[in-house]
C-alpha cells in the first residue's frame, strides 16, 4: 500500500504531520515533504487518520 | 434494521453518514438538514471564496460531494431545507415539522450560527458569515466597491477584512475589547496577531463599542460609542457563534455552552450522540470539558459520533490536541492545544519588529506544555501538537524550540544547517 498526495489540492496545513510524522513534514516553505510512501500494517491506521483528517482531501491510499 | 439519523448536513453530519457506511453499517441512513444546500466546506467562504479571480467570475461554490454520490452511492434518504423542530428521545422520534422520523441511533450536528446585532438585521448590506448565501452576498458587495466595516476582529471578520482589502475596498475593523482574539490567543499574542491588520493598511479600532448601525433600508453608517462616524455600504458582523440548540427545548437533552456529552460524544439519553460545534464533550486529551469550532473536531468528532452511536457496546473514547488555522493577508496562523495557560512565552520571532518573519509563542500549564501558537510556522506547528499530546514537560518544550529557531536562523543566514 502507498500514500499519494495531490500537491495541487495541498495547501500545507499539516494535519497529516502531526497524525504520521514519519510520512509527512511542512518544510519552512509552508509545502509538504512526503519523507515515504510505502505503508505497512501497522501504520495503516494513523495514514487512515490522516487522509480522513486532511481539510483539502488531498491525500489517498492505494492498495 | 438500524435506521441511523443524523441532523445538521454540514461538516460533521457528512463525515458521520460516511464513517457509518465505512464502518459496515447496511441499514437507512436519513441525513437532516436546515439549509437547502448539500453539504458544504465553511472555511474557504471568508478565505477563497472571497478573492479576487482574474476574470471576475465568482470562485467554484465548495460542495463536499454530488447530489448522486449521496443518494445512489451512500444510500442516504437526504431531507434538506427543512429544520428539525423537535426531539422525543422516548419514542425515538425527531420532529421536522409535521413529519416525525424514527431513529435507532441519532447523531445530533447542528453545528453553530453565527451572532447577530440585534435591530440591524433588516438593513440591507449587513451580513454574518457563517453559511454559503452569506458569503456570496458579501462577494457581490466587495464586488460593487462597498466601504466596508467589520465588527469584530476574531478570526473569522479579521479574515473577511483581510480578503476585503484585496478588492481595494476601504476596510475598517471595530473591536470593543481593548486587545482582540485574548480568549483565543491570550492577550500578549492576540495584540501582536492583531497588529497584522495596520501592517497591511486595514484601519483596526479597538476599545470602542458600536452604538448604531444606521440606515433607511440600506445601511449608511455605523456610529460607534465615542461617537466616531463610519460610512459604510457593507456590514460584516464577527462577534462570535451561538449553537443549534433551540430545537431541543423539551427534550430532555443537557444544555449548557451546547449538548453536553462524555467522551464518547453520548448524551446520556439512550441512541443519542453529538458532534461538532453544538457538542460540549469531555476531552480525555487534554482532561477538560470543550465545544470546539473548529474544522478538525467537526470531521473527527461526526465519524466518532456515527460509529458510537451504531455500536455502543464498543464506543471508543475521542480525544484530540485542539487545531486551528487562519489565513489573514498572506499569513498563516495556527494554534494547537488550550490557550488557557499560567504562561505564554514567545520564543521564536519578534513581533515589534517591521517584517513579520515567523513567530512561535508556547503555553504553559503547571510544568506542562499545553498550547502553541504559531505565526509562519507550518514547519514547526505540528511538532508541538504531537508534544502536547505525548504530555511532554514545559522544559522539554523549551529546548526543542531554541533548537528549532538556532536551526532556522542558520538557514536564513545561509549557512549549511
Ligand atoms: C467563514 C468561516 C471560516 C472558518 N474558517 C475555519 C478555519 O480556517 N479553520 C478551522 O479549523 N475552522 C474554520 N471554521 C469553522 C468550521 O467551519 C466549523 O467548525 C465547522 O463547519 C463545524 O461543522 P459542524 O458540522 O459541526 O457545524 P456547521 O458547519 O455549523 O453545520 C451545522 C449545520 O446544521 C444545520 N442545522 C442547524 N439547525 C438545524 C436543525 N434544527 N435541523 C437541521 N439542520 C440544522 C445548519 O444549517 C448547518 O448546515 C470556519 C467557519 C466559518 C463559518
Ligand atoms: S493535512 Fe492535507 S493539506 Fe495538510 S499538509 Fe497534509 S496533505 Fe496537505
Redesign the pocket.
Known amino acids: 500500500m502507498k500514500v499519494l498526495v495531490d500537491f495541487s489540492k495541498c495547501t500545507g496545513l499539516g494535519i497529516c504531520e502531526s497524525l504520521a510524522p514519519d510520512f509527512f513534514e511542512v518544510n519552512d516553505d509552508g509545502d509538504l515533504v512526503l519523507l515515504k510512501d510505502d505503508i505497512t500494517d501497522d501504520e495503516l491506521q494513523s495514514i487512515e487518520e490522516a487522509v480522513a483528517g486532511c481539510?483539502t482531501e488531498a491525500l489517498r491510499i492505494q492498495v | 434494521m438500524t435506521h441511523l439519523v443524523v441532523?445538521?448536513?454540514?461538516?460533521?453530519?457528512l463525515r458521520a453518514v460516511e464513517a457509518a457506511r465505512k464502518a459496515g453499517h447496511d441499514g437507512p441512513i436519513t441525513l437532516?438538514?436546515?439549509?437547502e444546500h448539500l453539504p458544504y466546506?465553511?472555511?474557504p467562504?471568508?478565505?477563497e471564496f472571497l478573492a479576487v479571480t482574474d476574470d471576475g467570475s465568482e470562485p467554484q461554490r465548495p460542495f463536499f460531494r454530488e447530489h448522486s454520490h449521496l443518494t445512489d452511492e451512500l444510500g442516504v434518504e437526504l431531507v434538506l431545507g427543512?429544520?428539525?423542530?423537535g426531539l422525543d428521545p422516548l419514542a425515538r422520534v425527531v420532529h421536522v415539522g409535521d413529519r416525525a422520523i424514527s431513529y435507532d441511533a441519532l447523531v445530533i450536528?447542528?453545528?453553530?450560527?453565527?451572532r447577530g446585532i440585534p435591530g440591524s438585521e433588516t438593513l440591507a448590506g449587513v451580513h454574518v458569515?457563517?453559511?454559503l448565501d452569506d458569503?456570496v452576498a458579501v462577494r457581490a458587495a466587495l464586488d460593487a466597491g462597498a466601504r466596508t466595516v467589520v465588527i469584530g476582529a476574531g478570526?473569522?471578520g479579521s479574515?473577511v477584512a483581510s480578503s476585503a482589502k484585496k478588492w481595494g475596498v476601504d476596510v475598517t475593523i471595530v473591536e470593543a475589547l481593548a486587545t482582540p482574539l485574548v480568549r483565543a490567543t491570550g492577550s500578549e499574542m492576540g495584540h501582536a496577531i492583531a497588529s497584522l491588520h495596520a501592517r497591511n493598511g486595514t484601519t483596526l479600532l479597538c476599545g470602542n463599542g458600536v452604538a448604531a448601525i444606521e440606515g433607511t433600508t440600506a445601511v449608511e453608517r455605523v456610529v460607534l460609542d465615542d461617537g466616531t462616524v463610519l460610512p459604510a455600504d457593507l456590514v460584516i458582523v464577527g462577534i462570535g457563534v451561538t449553537p443549534?440548540v433551540g430545537?431541543l427545548a423539551g427534550s430532555g437533552l443537557v444544555i449548557d455552552n451546547g449538548i453536553v456529552c462524555d467522551e464518547h460524544l453520548f448524551t446520556g439519553v439512550p441512541g443519542v450522540y453529538a458532534?461538532?460545534?453544538?457538542a460540549n464533550w469531555f476531552n480525555p486529551a487534554l482532561g477538560r470539558r470543550q465545544r470546539?469550532?473548529?474544522?478538525?473536531?467537526?470531521a473527527e468528532q461526526?465519524a466518532a459520533a456515527a460509529r458510537n452511536a451504531l455500536d455502543p457496546g464498543n464506543a471508543k473514547s475521542y480525544g484530540t490536541v485542539p487545531?486551528?488555522?487562519?489565513?489573514w493577508y498572506d499569513v498563516r496562523i495556527q494554534f494547537v492545544g488550550a490557550p488557557e495557560a499560567d504562561e505564554v512565552r514567545l520564543v521564536e520571532g519578534d513581533p515589534e519588529s517591521e517584517a513579520t518573519g515567523r513567530w512561535v509563542a508556547l503555553y504553559r500549564e503547571g510544568d506542562r506544555l499545553i498550547g502553541a501558537l504559531t505565526v509562519n510556522g507550518q514547519s514547526e506547528i505540528m511538532k508541538y501538537r504531537v508534544m502536547i499530546a505525548r504530555g511532554v514537560t514545559w522544559d522539554e518544550a523549551l529546548e526543542h524550540a531554541v533548537r528549532r529557531a538556532d536551526l532556522h536562523a542558520a538557514k536564513l543566514a545561509g549557512a549549511p544547517a
Open positions: 481539510p | 441532523v445538521g448536513a454540514s461538516l460533521a453530519g437532516i438538514g436546515a439549509e466546506d465553511r472555511p467562504l471568508s478565505k427543512a429544520p428539525a423542530t450536528a447542528t453545528g453553530a450560527d453565527a458569515v457563517r453559511s458569503s478570526f473569522i479574515e443549534n430545537w458532534a461538532g460545534d453544538v470546539m469550532e473548529n474544522w478538525t473536531a467537526a461526526g487545531y486551528f488555522w487562519s489565513d
